[in-house]
C-alpha cells in the first residue's frame, strides 16, 4: 500500500509541477515581469510549502531535528539533484540567464542561517531575523519587477518572455489561476503521499528523526521543486528553473525556519553544524560556477551534479553514528 500511495504521489507532483510552470510563465508575461522574478517568488514558494508544512508539524509533535534536516537536505538536493537530474535529460542554458543578483542574495541567506544555527538553538528571536531578512529579498524582487515594467512600458514593446516556449500571449487570466492553483495545491498534496508512505517505511528500520529529515524527507520534499525544473528544462526555461531553485532555498532557510522557530525551539545537531551545513553551503557555491561563471549545465554536469549527491546521501547513511550522535 505504500508503494502504491508513493507512485500516486509522484504523478501527482509531475502534473502539478507542469501546471505551475505555464501559470508562471503566462502570469510574468500577463503582469510584464521577468519569468525568473515570477518564479523567485510565487513557484518557489509553492514548491516549498512542502517543507513548511513538515518542519511545523515536526516541531508541533516533538520531532525538531527532521524539521532542520529537512531544511539542510532539501537545500543541498535542491542544487545537486534538482538541477542534476533534468541536466541529464537536456542542457539547462543558464548562461543567458542573470540571476546573479537573486544568487548572491541565497548565499547571503545561507550564510545568515549558519550564522544563526551556530548560536542555536534557534528561538523566536531568531526567527525574526531571518523573516526581516527575507522580506529585505521580496522588496528586492518587487523593485525589480518594476523597473522591468516601466522599461517595457517605455519601449512599447512585448519582451522576451512572449517567445519561450509554453508562453500564450492570449491565455486567459482565469487560466493562468487554474494552472498556478492545481500546481500550488497539488504540489504538497502530493509530496505529503509520497513522504508520509516513505517516512513510515524509514521508521520500521529505526532511522533518527534527523537522519530521516536530511535524506528521505528533503528528497521527498524537494520533488516539488524537481518536478517543476524537469518541466521548465524541458520547455527550455533555464530562468523558471534557476529562479525556481535560488528562490526555494532562500524561502527555505529565511521562511520555513523563520516561522517555524514560532511553534518551538529548534536544537541543532552537533553532526549537521560539522558536516550537512558545510556540504550545503559547498553546493550552494558551486551553482556559483553556472551563475557567476556563465556557463550551461550541461548533461556531464549533470552526471558530476547527481554524484556528488549520491556521495553525500552514502555518507550520512553508512556514518549515522558518526556524522549524527
Known sequence: MDLLIAALGLVILLLAGDALVKGAVNLSLRLGIPALIVSLTIVAFGT????????????GEGAPGLALGNVVGSNTANVLLVLGIPALVTTLHSSVCDSRKSYLQMMAATAL????????????VHGIILLAALAWMLM?????????????AACKKVTEEKDVEG??????????????????IGLPLGADLLVDSATSIARAYNVSDTVIGLTLVA????????ATTVMAALRKQADVALGNVIGSNMFNLLAIIGLSSFVGDIPVDPGML????????????????FVLGKRDISRAWGVVLVALYIGYIAVILTGTGTVHA
Open 274 to 289: 560539522s558536516y550537512d551545513m558545510w556540504v550545503m553551503a559547498g553546493a550552494s557555491a558551486l551553482l556559483g560556477l
Open 167 to 184: 508562453a500564450d500571449p492570449e491565455m486567459r487570466g482565469w487560466k493562468i489561476a487554474m494552472y498556478l492553483l492545481v500546481g500550488i
Open 140 to 152: 528586492s524582487a518587487i523593485g525589480v519587477a518594476r523597473c522591468h515594467r516601466r522599461d517595457v
Open 48 to 59: 516549498s510549502a512542502p517543507e513548511l508544512l513538515i518542519a511545523v508539524q515536526a516541531i
Open 219 to 226: 528528497i521527498g520534499t524537494s520533488l516539488p521543486e524537481l
Open 113 to 124: 542561517f549558519m550564522g544563526v544555527a551556530w548560536f542555536g538553538p534557534i528561538t523566536w
